[in-house]
């Protein structure tokens, strides 16, 4: 059913006007079908153009997908994720060297960079970026940038058909999103929250600010050049993990090499 203008009218002046309690979710346009279908829509694109994007083939790098699932599935498993078992949560390798990243689609779709596995040391790093990554979409930052960017009616055409040409542009633009302070703090506080049942450091995120600020490289990540700065963010997710008495401590660094020897 086509939404009403005034309706998003009413809804978007809420979204501007209200004021958001500290750990409540954002407001979205956006419903959880609407994520889901936009995240499929994008996997799509992204798995159509083998050039720009060219994923490793799961059958044939078995032994690369297998740690990443296992630790994709260590923060699954804790309850601590909203939608842990609504969205597919699926994972891609790309396989460029030059990039250090990693990225979540609406829904779920998670892509990692060969790029940013090879430059880290250990499992604790990757799975403080995961567990960023990930809330990114559990929480729904990004559709909800995304509304922000290319306009409510704009996106809930696209998912009916209109305009397939935009699928491409928001698939190219999922890598550099400029999300706000409050997300990145949110993103940073929750991959907290989904490490701390486990047996990883759950400041794995802040170990893997501290590194990749030291070292430097090609390029760095989009969320790592935006506000808060890094020294601000450890500070923060450090704190976090003290506030919950988290006492994860494994670094994983042998069972890592055995990750990054797996890829190309």
Same mark, same amino acid.
């Given at each position: 059913m086509k939404r009403p203008d005034i309706w998003l009218a009413l809804l978007a002046f809420f979204l501007t006007t209200c004021r958001?309690?500290?750990?409540?979710?954002?407001?979205?346009?956006? @419903?959880?079908? !609407?994520?889901?279908?936009?995240?499929?829509q994008v996997a799509a694109e992204i798995e159509s153009k083998p050039q720009e994007y060219p994923i490793l083939d799961s059958a044939r790098y078995a032994t690369a997908y297998a740690h990443l699932y296992r630790m994709r599935n260590a923060l699954l498993a @804790?309850?601590? #994720?909203?939608?842990?078992?609504?969205?597919?949560?699926?994972?891609?390798?790309?396989?460029? !060297?030059t990039i250090q990243n990693a990225f979540c689609a609406p829904g779920g779709y998670i892509y990692i960079y060969t790029g940013i596995i090879k430059y880290l040391r250990n499992e604790a790093q990757l799975m403080g970026v995961l567990g960023h990554e990930m809330a990114h979409a559990d929480r729904r930052h990004v559709s909800q940038l995304l509304t922000q960017a290319y306009g409510v009616q704009t996106l809930l055409? #696209? #998912? @009916?058909?209109g305009n397939p040409g935009l699928i491409g542009q928001i698939a190219a633009n999922l890598l550099l999103l400029s999300f706000s302070r409050d997300h990145?703090?949110?993103?940073?506080?929750?991959?907290?929250?989904y490490l701390c049942p486990t047996e990883y450091p759950a400041d794995g995120a802040a170990y893997f600010f501290e590194y990749i600020t030291q070292e430097g490289g090609p390029r760095i990540p989009a969320f790592l050049s935006t506000h808060p700065d890094p020294g601000e963010r450890?500070?923060?997710?450090?704190?976090?993990?003290?506030?919950l008495g988290c006492r994860g401590n494994q670094l994983y660094e042998g069972r890592y090499a055995e990750l990054?020897?797996?890829?190309?």
């Open positions: 958001r309690k500290k750990d409540e979710p954002w407001f979205n346009l956006f @419903t959880v079908e !609407d994520d889901l279908k936009l995240g499929a @804790t309850g601590k #994720l909203q939608y842990a078992d609504r969205f597919p949560w699926r994972l891609r390798i790309i396989h460029n !060297d055409n #696209l #998912l @009916t058909g990145e703090r949110d993103a940073d506080a929750h991959s907290v929250i450890v500070n923060n997710i450090r704190n976090k993990a003290r506030e990054v020897a797996a890829l190309p």
